[in-house]
């Protein structure tokens, strides 16, 4: 799943009336993290908001207030959920970018960016299953890998609430074959 692929479905839940009527235009969406729903792998997105200082490199951020959930399929049924009220909302969360790429050109964070998409891809097929290859393991360490470097420490603790039981299965690494 390269990068592209994942920026063509999330504008095609932007243009879904669920996301439409509550989410604004201007909202920013993070990667997206795999949950486990049942016996079904969804992705889901934080809504979150950017304050830029023109005046700073970095960027804050404002904790996420809802998540955009649905399956990769030609026609996703979408669910958008509220986790926080407006008023929880003023004290910035963080700032971006993370601290293992603030040094690295655009061209690498690029780069990185499109091998991480490609490494949500390839776990899909086996998230939450209880036994996975060797091969599927190292994937899956990878995977890790790049999501603590690329995702800023404070907004990782927003992922986990979003997909426990996907970040559980990822933490105690499933068995191997």
Same mark, same amino acid.
Do not use: C
């Given at each position: 799943?390269?990068?592209?692929?994942?920026? *063509?479905?999330?504008?095609?839940?932007?243009?879904?009336?669920? +996301?439409?009527?509550? +989410?604004? %235009?201007?909202?920013?969406?993070?990667? $997206?993290?795999?949950?486990? @729903? !049942?016996?079904?792998?969804?992705?889901?997105?934080?809504?979150?908001?950017?304050?830029?200082?023109?005046? @700073?490199?970095?960027?804050? %951020?404002?904790?996420?207030?809802?998540?955009?959930?649905?399956?990769?399929?030609?026609?996703? @049924?979408?669910?958008?959920?509220?986790?926080?009220? $407006?008023?929880?909302?003023?004290?910035?969360? !963080?700032?971006?970018? $993370?601290? !293992?790429?603030?040094?690295?050109?655009?061209? #690498?964070?690029?780069?990185?960016?499109?091998?991480?998409?490609?490494?949500?891809?390839?776990?899909?097929? %086996?998230?939450?299953?209880?036994?996975?290859?060797? #091969? *599927?393991?190292?994937?899956?360490? @990878?995977?890790?890998?790049?999501? *603590?470097?690329? +995702?800023?420490?404070?907004? #990782?603790?927003?992922?986990?609430?979003?997909?426990?039981?996907? %970040? #559980?299965?990822? *933490?105690? !690494? $499933?068995?191997?074959?």
């Amino acid at each position: 799943m390269t990068k592209e692929i994942l920026q *063509d479905f999330r504008r095609q839940l932007r243009r879904t009336p669920e +996301v439409r009527s509550s +989410v604004p %235009f201007e909202a920013k969406w993070s990667y $997206p993290i795999p949950t486990i @729903k !049942g016996n079904q792998v969804l992705l889901r997105f934080l809504i979150y908001s950017l304050e830029v200082a023109p005046e @700073k490199p970095k960027i804050k %951020f404002y904790p996420p207030y809802k998540y955009v959930e649905a399956a990769i399929v030609t026609d996703p @049924k979408v669910s958008v959920t509220r986790i926080r009220k $407006p008023e929880e909302l003023t004290e910035p969360l !963080g700032e971006t970018p $993370p601290p !293992g790429i603030r040094d690295l050109s655009y061209e #690498q964070i690029d780069q990185l960016h499109e091998d991480f998409y490609s490494l949500i891809e390839k776990i899909l097929p %086996f998230i939450g299953k209880q036994q996975i290859s060797q #091969q *599927d393991t190292e994937v899956v360490q @990878k995977y890790r890998r790049y999501f *603590d470097l690329l +995702v800023e420490p404070e907004m #990782q603790v927003e992922y986990r609430k979003i997909s426990p039981e996907f %970040f #559980q299965w990822m *933490d105690r !690494g $499933p068995p191997l074959q």
